[in-house]
């Protein structure tokens, strides 16, 4: 059975009694090139353990359980496990979770079916959980590399250096903890149904550290959500709504960073963030 063949597709769900559900943002894939080329840009091989999370009727899933030495899907919908018990039962290296993947300890389930294995996370993810759900996984740094088919103005988002209409602060938090890779673009044509926008496939490779050093964290992911809080205001004014100080005392940490009075957050990287967050925790700190 070819799972990106559309007849075969309409086939198998019809078996199974499966309509689309627009809620869950159900894109199947029906161009075999995509679910080869992601499977080969992830590097999944025999010392690797995937992630995927909403596998749908398993046309990725399938590439990557002939590559990797263990695939683990995570799948919300309860109409697609006997589709998937189908699909899927000739690769005894696959694992179904059933439930959803924004309620599952990551590290645990890294633990639990990774073990010696270098873990990644590869999949085709529901528009509707890409932000969040990629902030979990960067944040639980359990993963070496992220490979994912999203939006791709997201991934555009994810990829945007200073200055740029699609910068903010979800691009730095992407490029804090990994060095994301736009490869390639998607049309709308390769899905059943199809959606309305075009898809990217990005890859993230792990950072061994991040790429600037700051004296908390906290202060900084704190500053830099502050600096976006008001785009179209001067980088000063958008501090007020994080930090209880003086628009006077905040001009004057600015400027001690060699920065302008006047610039907005979205003009400044890693490295202008990280030495602002400094002088705002020393500051704070005494």
Not at 1 to 14: F, G, K, S, T, V
Not at 67 to 94: G, H, I
Request: a negative charge.
């Amino acid at each position: 059975m070819d799972l990106c063949n559309r007849n075969h597709i309409q086939a198998l769900l019809a078996r199974h009694g499966f309509h689309f559900s627009k809620a869950m943002g159900q894109n199947f894939l029906i161009e075999g090139w995509v679910p080869r080329d992601i499977a080969a840009a992830c590097g999944a091989d025999s010392a690797t353990g995937v992630l995927e999370v909403g596998p749908g009727i398993g046309p990725l899933t399938q590439q990557l359980a002939r590559q990797a030495a263990k695939v683990v899907s995570v799948e919300l919908d309860r109409r697609l496990y006997p589709v998937l018990a189908e699909t899927m039962a000739d690769f005894d290296n696959f694992t179904l979770v059933e439930g959803d993947v924004m309620k599952v300890d990551l590290p645990q389930l890294v633990e639990e079916h990774f073990s010696g294995l270098r873990p990644i996370l590869c999949a085709n993810l529901p528009y509707n959980i890409t932000t969040p759900f990629l902030t979990a996984c960067v944040e639980a740094g359990c993963f070496e590399s992220l490979t994912v088919l999203i939006q791709k103005e997201v991934a555009e988002r994810i990829c945007a250096r200073p200055g740029t209409a699609d910068y903010g602060a979800f691009s730095l938090l992407m490029q804090y903890y990994t060095d994301p890779q736009l490869l390639f673009t998607v049309p709308n044509t390769c899905f059943l149904p199809p959606p309305k926008v075009t898809s990217a496939v990005i890859h993230c490779p792990k950072r061994n550290k991040p790429p600037v050093q700051v004296l908390s964290e906290a202060m900084f992911w704190r500053t830099v959500r502050a600096g976006f809080a008001l785009r179209r205001k001067t980088l000063v004014n958008s501090l007020q709504t994080g930090f209880q100080l003086p628009k006077e005392q905040l001009t004057e940490i600015v400027t001690s960073c060699g920065l302008e009075a006047t610039v907005r957050g979205e003009r400044l990287g890693l490295a202008e963030y990280a030495a602002l967050s400094d002088a705002l925790y020393q500051v704070l700190n005494g």
